[in-house]
């Protein structure tokens, strides 16, 4: 190596070395209602997300917490302004990558599903056996542009504001599916009495992401690069989906409890 190198080389390791050393510990928020990937409970987020991410901190040797900041748009405005340093498991969106600097690989998958009463489910290979039914979805949900396109175009889809209120209409017979995320779905129904009148179908209508991402000043966004491949590690072994079950059980667990 040349002593031009050798230099270059130094200056990194003594520049990344300074802004690892001004990260003493590392403030996250997340969702707070978004299980299994991440839920309040008191002051603390918890859930799969925060599980994995913890764990990655952890062979650092870095101090990791994450914690209930408010509503959802307000832990956002958070990391917007500095006061966290990291936000988990959520969407990567060109708004959101003005302000955070998010890992290059996704923490968990978010597959969208197709819910159905128990009794009612049907055979269904492409979106267009969804064609000609009566359809529910969550106001404000979206699932990618191509899906989009086609649920404004060819399905009959009624929105609500609640998950439950979906469940319910299925139950009613107003609707004949409801579109949701599968891992959420099921968690939901974990702690419903209902969980035995609904079905989940095989398919997905689309293999959604979650990433996670660093606010864009902060100084532990050093550690972006060793947190995108432990993530990727933790996909690709599967670990990912058995916190995700995992997480439902311990949801399931903290909400009968506190019944």
């Given amino acids: 190596m040349s002593r031009k190198a050798m230099l270059v080389a130094f200056a990194y ?4 070395d ?3 050393q001004n990260c003493e510990v590392v403030t996250a928020t997340a969702h707070p209602n978004y299980p299994p990937y991440q839920w309040r409970q008191e002051d603390k987020i918890v859930g ?3 599980d994995i991410t913890r764990e990655l901190f ?3 040797n870095v101090d990791f917490q994450a ?3 408010g509503p959802w748009k307000r832990a956002l405005q958070q ?3 500095g006061q966290v340093d990291m936000v988990i498991g959520l969407k990567k969106t060109t708004d959101r990558e003005q302000y955070i600097s998010f890992t290059s690989s996704p923490i968990a998958t978010n597959p969208f599903t197709v819910f159905v009463l128990q009794g009612n489910q049907f055979d269904i ?3 267009r056996d969804l064609y000609g039914k009566k359809g529910g979805k969550n106001a404000g949900d979206r699932y990618g542009n191509a899906f989009d396109t086609f649920a404004d175009r060819y399905l009959d889809l009624e929105e609500s504001y609640a998950v439950a209120s979906n469940f319910n209409k299925l139950k009613a017979g107003r609707i004949d599916y409801f579109i949701h995320s599968r891992f959420a779905g099921l968690a939901q129904l974990s702690v419903s009495a209902d969980a035995a009148s609904f079905a989940v179908l095989p398919y997905n209508v689309n293999e959604g992401l979650l990433h996670s991402g660093f606010a864009t000043n902060s100084p532990c966004a050093i550690y972006n690069g060793a947190i995108s491949l432990g993530y990727q590690k933790l996909l690709d072994s599967g670990e990912v989906e058995r916190l995700l079950k995992l ?3 311990k949801w399931q667990q903290q909400t009968n409890h506190s019944k």
């Fill in 18 to 20: 300074s802004q690892a």
């Fill in 13 to 16: 390791f003594v520049a990344t």
């Fill in 67 to 69: 914690n209930y900041t």
């Fill in 48 to 50: 799969a997300t925060i």
């Fill in 58 to 60: 952890s062979q650092l």
């Fill in 125 to 127: 290979k492409t979106w």
């Fill in 79 to 81: 990391v917007k302004v």
């Fill in 247 to 249: 997480n439902i059980a």
